[in-house]
């Protein structure tokens, strides 16, 4: 069995040369960057299982809109996390706000699907919605403080 | 010759079933679609361009970093406006946000280069990124009125 | 009224420092790379447009799936396109291969519903993914020869 | 802790309505999303660690633009994986097709670093790279059976 994409990432961050410099410390950043990649595949794949639910496409157009949007925000976010070199920090807290604020809203509608209609994919999607808010909003902390 | 990129985009919103309950105008919105992906287009054209730079390299190895950044943040800021299908204005307002916080920092990075070091690639990012967080500035405006 | 996305890329294209070795003639990469840009922003479009079209959702599953595969694979194409600096001929090939295959699949499907349905922005997108596969088709030839 | 990234990949995979329909053994193609979703984000921190070699940048030009190819194209590879919803089997397998051949090419370059420069992340992104190319011939060797 391979190694998990988590361990990839954090073998990758300390060998980075400008690792020294992240305004981050390690831990909160390995948790952030594995749960918005986690986040951006999750909803990439609740998008596509609601638009499998033929029964009840009608009700869950919603659900994928918010997929896409977080599935993009996150995956871009994710993206910014694995660079350490020069990052910017006003551009780095803005995408963060955003990212909390997509997981927010997607994790929110995931959880009535979740509910209410017993879609299990929503529920997962929910988990991982909760999980990147959370690991965000560590990061934005660190960033204000 | 084929339509612009514009006209297409255009087009494709006028068709939209739900184009109406947009909460923006037809020409605000239509310009910052088309300012964030020609934005998300050309800082992916200028990192490259300042990698090819090979006796200046290391004095651009900032530009190349928010460069990166603000491709993936016009790139998704982008594709979100172009859905129309049961937005969340909250979601859109934080990404616009960030959008403008991306093209701010990456466009006086790239002025300085421009001005400095008389980088041609750079004065086509300084424009893009402009064209872009003044766009995105617009329909900001928008959602907060 | 500023500048057009395509005279953005055609300047960046222009100021990059290695775009004498490129393997293509300017005004065949220029096509090929705002037609994979306009392909993906409106495969994007197109997807959220089918998906606001409440009465017709069952019918267009099959149609976003596709919409949002060739919107990747588009994505993924102009970017690689837009970068100048030491190319590897061998991963160009292949990609403007896939490109080429999921446009004809993604225009295909469009052009169906389109003609039976009279979805006018499935007929929009049509045009988008036609021209995209006649574009990346024509630098595959050089590629070959 | 919470679960890990391949664990929620593969609950996303086991709720989704329509995975019965898969082309693909479950084992097989959850090892594929993870390999080429891991490959996306090791060749994005790559690209960026390679960047912040400032001694070795000019030697690193040609990685990083492998690096940010590869990384376009894995990202697309996975997102095609995660789409369970009426696959186009053609668009899949050249999509399959170009991964695999980008993964080779910068697992090459990557090699090279690794061993001539003592490049410790190359060695990282080598794995990576290594692993995403066997996952999609595997899957692509299903395809033709």
């Known amino acids: 069995m391979t190694q998990s994409n988590t361990q990839a990432i954090q073998r990758m ?13 390690m831990n909160a950043l390995l948790e952030a960057i594995s749960a918005a990649f986690e986040c951006a595949q999750i909803c990439t794949g609740c998008a596509d299982a609601c638009l499998g639910e033929t029964e009840h496409l009608a009700h869950l157009a919603h659900c994928i809109r918010l997929n896409a949007d977080c599935a993009d925000i996150c995956g871009t976010t994710g993206r910014m996390l694995m660079r350490q070199t020069q990052p910017d920090t006003g551009v780095l807290r803005a995408q963060l706000h955003s990212c909390v604020t997509a997981c927010k809203a997607c994790g929110d509608e995931c959880e009535g699907h979740a509910k209410n209609m017993d879609m299990k994919h929503c529920e997962v999607c929910l988990e991982s919605c909760r999980r990147c808010e ?4 560590a990061l934005l902390g660190r960033l204000s403080a």
Chains 1, 2, 3, 4 share one sequence.
């Open 134 to 137: 959370q690991a965000c909003q």
């Open 13 to 25: 961050l300390q060998t980075h040369p400008q690792i020294g410099q992240s305004p981050f410390e």
